[in-house]
DNA sequence: CCTAACATCGTATGGTGTACGGAATTGTTG
DNA sequence: CAACAATTCCGTACACCATACGATGTTAGG
């Protein structure tokens, strides 16, 4: 499905991402493009938007914008970096403010910000994230990450590593927010409906009682995830954490 | 790709999954089976362990095992399920000692222990994690992440989310360390000869001078990695802040 | 005007998951 | 023992997918 072969075809993907700093060499001499690059790659995400990733396939987009299979070719070299383009694109979506506070403002700032985006775009967690492609978004995002943490006394590795902590964090806690909001987009069924049909089979063949603290801690968390909203909360906690850790560090 | 239909199959898959538990009911009518759900389960690692979880086909799986395509459906109700088996499988592959030491070394043991399954199988990167089957080997081990931290002082959601971020960092970090490995098993290029190929090209679009913080750390952090085993020092760093965030909290 | 460059797109190749139905094999039953 | 029913195996087929290739038409520069 991936593959990259023997011409590496990447300074033309690298173009591409920085196509508004720098202009890409439209030649003049053929007939004109029927619609544009951000066309294509905003089609794209409308698209996964509403159907998900692993819908989102070149003849749609293409569809969609009234063009043949093909055409789409000659705007992006293939899939994978159809997908790059449009990480790139929802990255600058949002603005980054000026760093406000203290480190526990600044570091639930970033982390928030994240939080939100994999929420608004929820794709974004089925993305291959192998050698992510560097744009100017991504990039612009990681200095403002940066920011928020320079001159509280880290050294350079170390706030590499911080920002690694957080965004990860805010990844996975996304991730499993998104999946307890149920609704799943590419599964009949929502986490409820799959809980009430499963519990009593799971119950069954659990009841051997090797599992007591799963048994009580799992009541407890599937208890407070019903009752909604409370992926926010665990959102709240592990930031918290981390947060915790990091100032611990710098009382070193 | 994904999809679950109408009647969900889902007890099928339970019941395979625990098949070594509760014994899947063999009809006794017709031929034998020539092979067992363990050996498609093994096969199936092994294709992954070696092509990556995108090369993992059905038609595959079943050429390794000398079967025809549609016979596999006949041990497992189709991919996703037999992803689901393989999850559950590897996640038994090593055993859970008992627990040794103070919060600290538990909850290190649990970090690691993800981190190193991670590494053995890498394509667990890449699973699709929407609504994971709960087999007996990965509840096992569930229960015996939650032993590490019972009783220290965290109340049972708590310990939950206390779960959630340990095992959610792992898996990032993990994933940030097979990528700095290069090798990258679905694309030609190493990491390195990526950055020789594209340093140049990202330096002349970035040299606009809007990344300041970005460039220092960036180099920074890019010379660490070049050192190689840097990537387990960026773990030590991340779990140190996790636990000492859930240190403070138990000291409140 | 002519030609080189370019966009568009039809067709084709080799891949995927899996539905369907037939053939072969086996244990159970009459 | 024969008939039946259950079950495995698997060939074929369908609907997709990414994308390589080459034909066709369009445009601007020389």
New interface residues.
């Given amino acids: 499905?991936?593959?990259?072969?023997?011409p590496?075809p990447?300074?033309r993907t690298?173009e591409l991402l920085?196509r508004h700093?720098?202009g890409h060499p439209q030649g003049s001499r053929g007939p004109k493009q029927r619609v544009s690059v951000d066309e294509v790659v905003g089609a794209a995400i409308s698209l996964a938007d509403s159907e998900g990733l692993?819908a989102l396939s070149m003849r749609k987009v293409a569809q969609r914008l009234g063009l043949g299979a093909m055409s789409i070719y000659t705007y992006v070299p293939g899939r994978s970096e159809l997908v790059g383009l449009m990480i790139d694109e929802v990255a600058g979506e949002v603005d980054h403010p000026e760093h406000a506070g203290g480190l526990r403002d600044r570091m639930t700032a970033v982390a928030r910000q994240l939080w939100d985006e994999y929420h608004r775009h929820s794709w974004l967690l089925?993305v291959?994230?192998?050698?992510p492609w560097?744009g100017?978004n991504v990039?612009?995002r990681?200095?403002w990450q940066?920011?928020a943490i320079?001159g509280v006394g880290l050294?350079?590795?170390?706030?590499?590593?911080?920002i690694?902590?957080l965004?990860?964090?805010a990844?996975?806690?996304a991730?499993?927010s998104i999946?307890a909001a149920g609704a799943?987009v590419?599964?009949?069924?929502t986490?409820l409906q799959?809980w009430e049909?499963?519990a009593p089979?799971?119950g069954r063949?659990?009841a051997?009682g090797?599992?007591?603290?799963?048994n009580?801690?799992?009541?407890?968390?599937g208890q407070?995830y019903e009752s909604m909203g409370d992926s926010a909360r665990?959102f709240e906690?592990?930031l918290?954490?981390?947060?915790?850790?990091?100032?611990?560090?710098l009382r070193r």
Avoid: C
């Avoid at 050294?155 to 911080?162: A, G, P, Q, V």
């Avoid at 590419?186 to 069924?189: A, C, E, F, P």
């Avoid at 090797?210 to 799963?214: R, T």
């Fill in positions: 499905m991936d593959d990259a072969q023997s590496p990447v300074d690298l920085w700093q720098v692993a089925h291959q994230k192998a050698r560097i100017p990039s612009k990681y200095e940066l920011e320079d050294d350079d590795l170390e706030m590499d590593h911080t690694a902590v965004t990860g964090f990844e996975s806690s991730r499993s999946e799943r590419d599964s009949g069924m986490d799959w049909i499963n089979v799971l063949l659990m051997g090797d599992y007591p603290i799963s009580r801690v799992g009541q407890a968390a407070a665990s906690f592990g918290a954490r981390i947060i915790d850790g990091t100032e611990a560090l």
